[in-house]
């Protein structure tokens, strides 16, 4: 088993630039997360699906979009890229709510 | 909102030593608690979970940690660190509803 995967590991993008990261697991897990690591702020949670075909936001959605594809697939897109969203992102997956989270390798974005 | 304060950013200890990296949360709902491990360029580990029953949780690589409801704290600590266990280390809890708030992580540093 994978886990969780992640694409790209790494993106250096210019300000205004669009593009997605893509997210799979195959623990056929019913949840998935994105989340961000920033220096000194531990990981904040961007959006979340708890199970295929809903999804939510959490702490700091602005500027992302999310889509839960199918079980296995979640995906983060940034519409347009601002040099506040450097950052490593993860994605994580887990059974259910209350369960421990699987955490893929992360994306290192910058944006400049 | 829920939070979670880990107390110490940084935590230098030589080879052998024991060591306790200590964890604050707020909450006045029933919590479930979780202590992650990052290495170097790697995503988080799983390192225990507290979900209920003994307070005393036992973890990978001789880990173990103590929650207090009353102090609402759940500190991890290991008798004896190897160079190895050289991370940053977090905290985290969830509210039940599947949503994990980490806090700002500690770096652990064994020295020879």
């Known amino acids: 088993n994978a886990g969780v995967t992640q694409t790209p590991k790494f993106q250096v993008l210019k300000t205004g630039q669009s593009m997605t990261l893509q997210c799979a697991q195959d623990?056929?897990?019913?949840?998935m997360y994105w989340y961000r690591q920033d220096p000194g702020m531990g990981l904040r949670l961007i959006y979340y699906?708890?199970?295929?075909?809903?999804?939510d936001k959490g702490e700091v959605p602005n500027g992302y979009n999310v889509s839960r594809l199918n079980k296995r697939e979640f995906s983060l897109r940034l519409e347009s890229a601002a040099p506040s969203q450097t950052s490593v992102y993860f994605c994580?997956?887990?059974?259910?709510?209350?369960?421990?989270?699987?955490f893929g390798p992360g994306t290192r974005l910058t944006v400049t | 909102a829920q939070s979670v304060t880990q107390l110490d950013s940084q935590v230098p200890v030589f080879e052998e030593a024991p060591v306790e990296l200590r964890c604050n949360y707020s909450?006045?709902?029933?919590?479930?608690l979780f202590w992650y491990v990052q290495y170097p360029n790697q995503g988080l580990q799983l390192l225990l979970k507290y979900l209920s029953g003994s307070t005393l949780v036992k973890g990978i690589n001789g880990f173990e940690a103590e929650f207090n409801k009353s102090q609402t704290s759940f500190h991890l600590r290991k008798p004896s660190v190897h160079i190895s266990d050289t991370a940053e280390y977090f905290c985290a809890v969830s509210d039940g509803g599947g949503k994990l708030i980490f806090g700002q992580g500690t770096e652990l540093s064994v020295k020879p």
């Open positions: 909450s006045s709902v029933s919590v479930y």
């Open positions: 623990m056929n897990h019913n949840s």
């Open positions: 994580a997956s887990s059974r259910g709510p209350n369960y421990e989270q699987y």
């Open positions: 699906s708890a199970s295929e075909g809903t999804t």
